[in-house]
């Protein structure tokens, strides 16, 4: 081979010797600033992992590290937003060195629960056989766990610190919240929709919502409420559609018209007359848009015998007239019943009497007046076409069924 042959072939291994050092620099992942490089030939062999490689806000971490000696132990959190937070040593655990050997952490009487946001999180484990003065532990006072808000310069600190036998290695996990997607649309739209009781907005409206048993309810006015309940997993994406009834009024309004040819407005009442009755009493009403105003007889019983005698006391004297105020409160199909009112009726004081004992024979005159009594009651009722029937707890009629018609 001549020379320029051999330099020839010279270069090109040079070329080759340099396109292969590159290619194994460019295989050589990235690490986040912040974290230590497992060393080629590292003075102490570790191993590290989680017990999990996803978790969700609020759960628990547990990591476990191995030793093949004993060493000072340094594990630090690099997090999602660019921050270290130093987990060992911390308040709880002081004193950093460990035997040889597998550990857990977190140990007794202290957790690392994870937060928010979502991303992914490192670990890194730094194990010396000499210890690292980079912090201070009277920090522990103010704070459970140092937090470092310039990752590279800590890096670059801890490896400053580094001599004789160590080793680094680190792992990484994510938090993630786990969630579904859910989109509502009703026909009529803008009705107000919530989930799980929470309000989140107008039709067509979208929202986020954690996996599982979900209640979705869309109500407008007008309109009957509608309630769908469903089950959603973790990334799926539901799409809800809901039709809403229109809701028959519970009882007309008043409806003001117009007269054919100008003039004032005119009213045009829808009004219903009800006829109630009790176990001895009976009721005439008339109702106008939900008001009702009517009156009750409730007969008195017998007057006692005069002519024979008797104990004595206070004695109806005749029939108890109620006029009373009643309000219809209507929801869904049927609705509540609310009275009140005032009645009236004749009252009489005997004294104790024995009239064939007295001779001659004296005629027993009682002492009459007008009691009158605060009245009320509480009751529910359904609605039908033109008709509604309810049921009714009087104070003094007792239990009384009722029907209103409209006319």
Do not use: C
């Amino acid at each position: 081979m001549t020379q320029l042959g051999r330099a020839s072939v010279a270069v090109l291994l040079g070329i080759l010797l340099a396109a292969g050092g590159l290619a194994a620099e460019e295989a050589k992942p990235v690490l986040p600033a912040g974290l230590i490089p497992t060393p080629d030939k590292p003075g102490i062999v570790l191993s590290l992992k989680t017990d999990k490689g996803v978790y969700a806000p609020g759960e628990a971490l547990r990591l476990t590290f191995t030793l093949p000696r004993p060493a000072y132990v340094y594990v630090y959190n690099l997090t999602s937003a660019g921050r270290v937070q130093l987990i060992v040593p911390n308040r709880f655990l002081q004193d950093s060195f460990f035997p040889a050997g597998t550990h857990t952490l977190p140990t007794r009487g202290w957790v690392l629960r994870l937060t928010e946001p979502e991303g992914v999180e490192y670990l890194q484990l730094v194990a010396s056989e000499t210890p690292l003065s980079f912090y201070e532990a009277k920090g522990f006072e103010k704070d459970a766990f140092l937090v470092f808000t310039q990752p590279a310069a800590f890096a670059g600190t801890i490896q400053g610190l580094l001599g004789g036998n160590w080793g680094a290695v680190w792992t990484a996990y994510r938090v993630y919240k786990p969630k579904a997607y859910v989109s509502v649309t009703t026909v009529p739209p803008g009705a107000a929709v919530s989930v799980d009781g929470q309000a989140v907005g107008l039709s067509p409206v979208s929202t986020v919502v954690s996996p599982g048993r979900i209640r979705v309810q869309a109500s407008r006015a007008g309109y009957e409420t509608r309630s769908v309940q469903l089950t959603v997993t973790d990334g799926e994406e539901v799409h809800l559609s809901l039709t809403l009834s229109p809701s028959r009024p519970a009882w007309p309004p008043l409806r003001p018209t117009l007269p054919p040819s100008g003039g004032a407005p005119q009213i045009d009442v829808d009004a219903s007359v009800g006829v109630a009755v009790g176990a001895d009493s009976i009721a005439l009403d008339l109702w106008v848009a939900g008001l009702g105003f009517g009156a009750s007889v409730r007969p008195a019983p017998p007057r006692p015998d005069l002519t024979q005698p008797g104990p004595g006391g206070e004695y109806p004297w005749g029939p108890e007239v109620e006029a009373y105020l009643a309000l219809w409160v209507p929801f869904g199909r049927g609705g509540a019943l609310l009275l009140g009112g005032l009645s009236a009726q004749d009252m009489a004081w005997i004294p104790a009497w024995s009239p064939a004992a007295v001779r001659p024979q004296v005629v027993v005159e009682p002492e009459v007046w007008s009691q009158y009594r605060v009245t009320f009651g509480v009751g529910i009722g359904i609605v039908g076409d033109g008709w509604r029937g309810h049921v009714l707890w009087h104070n003094r009629r007792g239990p009384v069924l009722g029907f209103v018609l409209s006319i």
